[in-house]
Structures are given as structure tokens and as C-alpha cells.
């Protein structure tokens, strides 16, 4: 176990590390990553508040531009590529995307249906 | 240069079939550090999810309360948002700076990130204590108990990840640059990285998808 030299060639990049390794390219890296962020970021909050576009469509561009920008971090601050040696990080990624989704999908559909099929409140004292 | 010079490079043989019966042995220890504390962010991304799914399901259950678009403030969740996105930018040019063992600007930017960091936590307290002082306290109904719990427990982490950024410093200077110090400040980036992505859902979903409501 060597701590002090690391060889990108012999195994696979750590979570955050960067393939490339001078300064100059890693620092336009995360001014382009912030750049992008800064654009997203602001489209959404100038498509919240907007009366230009279309009034039902705000909260899906709103998810749309999340996602989007929780992308540019994921590649640019945190160097998730999908080269082959970046496979075990993606692998877990994805893993723990699979649950994020199974527990707010499965909660928000479930709630959704219990809360049209039962009955209000008041109705069930009523009929007890 | 012909193929045979590179080859056994993991570049040119993404799958590691020339390597297949030399085995390169145990990882490095900053891998394996690495890809366990990536481990840990994911599952922590997981438990924010619940959090996510109950504020999602809570949001309507007002109790005549305010709703979401009654106490958000839209000026002030873009202070905030733009704080956390400058401070992932900053924690970038530490960590670069931390690899090319640079003090100064790794001081430099440890500093501006913690700086950009309390400026958040100073907003979202007085956010809170505002709240509070007009009597919608998390106890006032299910979607304030949601929201206090969501964003609270977002906070709670910028508040460790400050205290964590600041003993980083504090190693570097009494330490230096050395490679245990050295795991620890690409786990701290790791984990400021990702209480930005989920600040990215937070704000999405809680203030602007919630002020809709």
C-alpha cells in the first residue's frame, strides 16, 4: 500500500480524482462547472417566477433544470466520468439512485392513491 | 508510438485483459478511503431521500397554516444558493491547491469556502428564527415539520462540514501536506460537493417547486 506515489495507470481513480493533472486545466474545469451552474441556477429561478412561458410546464422545466445541474456537479466538481476506470464509482451512483428513486417515487405514488381512495377525516369519526 | 508500447496501460486496455495474470494487488489507501467515503455520501444521499419523499407528501397537509408560497423568500434563497455554489468552486481551488502542496492558496481558499459557508448558515438561522418569532414553528403543521426537518437537516451537515473544513486547516498548519491529511481533504471536498447537490434539490423542490403550491 503506497500512500505517497500514486499510479493512474495501475488502478482505478478514486472518487473526485481527475484523470488530468495540471493546474491549469483542472482550474478551467471547475470555472466551467461553475459557469454552468451559475446558468442553470439562474433559469430556474427566472422560469419560477415567469409569466412567459406556458403556466403547467414551470414545475417539470424546474425538475428538468435540477437534475441538469446536479449533473454539471456531479462531472465537473465531482470528475464522475464514464471511462473504465471510473466504473466502481459510477456503479455505486447509480445504485444509490436506484433507492432515491424507489423511496420518493414509491412514497409519492402511494400517498397519492391512499390519499384519493380514503375517505376525509371528518367522514371516518362520522362513521365510527 | 505502436499499440505494444502502451499496452497493459489501463487507458488502452479498459478491461484489464492484459493484467488478467499479473493482479496489480490491493488498491491505494486513498482509493479505498475515497470509494468508502463515497459510500457513505451515497447512503447519506439516500437518507436525505426520505426526507425528500415526506416533505413531497406533506406539502398540502397545511392545517390552515401558511403555505409554502406565504413565508419563502425568493431573494433570499438565491443569496443562499449562489454562497453554496461560489464555496463548491472555492473547495475546488483548495483541493488543487492541497494537491500541488500550495499553503497559501489553499488557506486562501479553505478561508472564502468557510467565509461563503457561514454567510449560508447566517441566512438560514435568521430564516428559522423568523419563522419561529411569527409562530409557524415546525410544531404549527405537517408541512412546516416537513420543511424545519428538510432544510434543518441540510444545515445541520453545512454546520459539520464547516467545523470539518476548519480542522482541515488546522491539520495542514500543524501537520503540513502529509498523504493521511491529504485523504482526509479529498474526503471533506467529496462531502461539500455533494451538500451542494443536494442544496441544488433543496431549492428546487422546497422553494420553487413549494412556492408554487
Known sequence: MSDLTHHPVQHDLAPGEEEIHSVGERIVGYVVGLGLALLLTATSFFIAGTNLVWQPSIPIAIIVLAIAQMGVHLVFFLHITTGPDNTNNVLALAFGLLIVFLVVGGSVWIMSHLNENMPAMDQIMRMQ | MAMTATYGHAHADPHHLGRAIEHPGPAPKRIVTAYGFWVFLLSDIVMFSCFFAAYAVLVGQTADGPKGSEIFEQRNVAIETVCLLLSSFTCGMASIAADVRNRLWFYLGMAVTCLLGLIFLSIEFREFADLVSRGYGPSRSAFLTAFF?????????????????????????????????????????????????IWVAVFSVVYLLGSGV
Open chain 2, 149 to 197: 426537518s428538510l432544510v434543518g437537516c441540510h444545515g445541520l451537515h453545512v454546520t459539520a462540514g464547516v467545523l470539518w473544513l476548519l480542522t482541515m486547516m488546522a491539520q495542514v498548519f500543524a501537520k503540513g501536506f502529509r498523504a493521511d491529511i491529504l485523504r482526509r481533504m479529498m474526503c471533506f471536498a467529496l462531502f461539500w460537493h455533494a451538500l451542494d447537490i
